[in-house]
């Protein structure tokens, strides 16, 4: 059953950190399987309505998906993100039928 990275972004403080950990990052996630469905500010917002960047990737499953959360490649992009912001991420499962 596929898995859902969702990502969202609450605060930026160095974006050149964001950037290095971009180039570094999307690599890793495609080599996992990875594929990007939605990225960036939303369009409307409503109920708490934050206007905070959003990344959802699609995997084939929720081990691949921390798989390659876990894999070196990505924690290198994690290292040159390091402080660059703050961020919520999480895995959830696919809806069955």
Not at 19 to 26: H, K, S
Request: with cysteine.
């Amino acid at each position: 059953m596929s898995a859902y990275w969702i990502c969202v972004y609450k605060a930026v403080h160095d974006q050149d950190k964001v950037t290095a950990y971009a180039e570094l990052a999307g690599p890793a996630i495609r080599a996992g399987g990875g594929r990007f469905l939605a990225r960036g500010n939303p369009e409307a917002t409503f109920e708490l309505g934050e206007v905070t960047r959003t990344v959802v990737i699609e995997f084939p499953s929720v081990d691949a998906a921390v798989s390659t959360h876990d894999s070196e490649a990505y924690q290198e992009a994690l290292r040159a993100l390091g402080d660059g912001a703050d961020r919520d991420l999480r895995v959830v499962p696919g809806a069955e039928g």
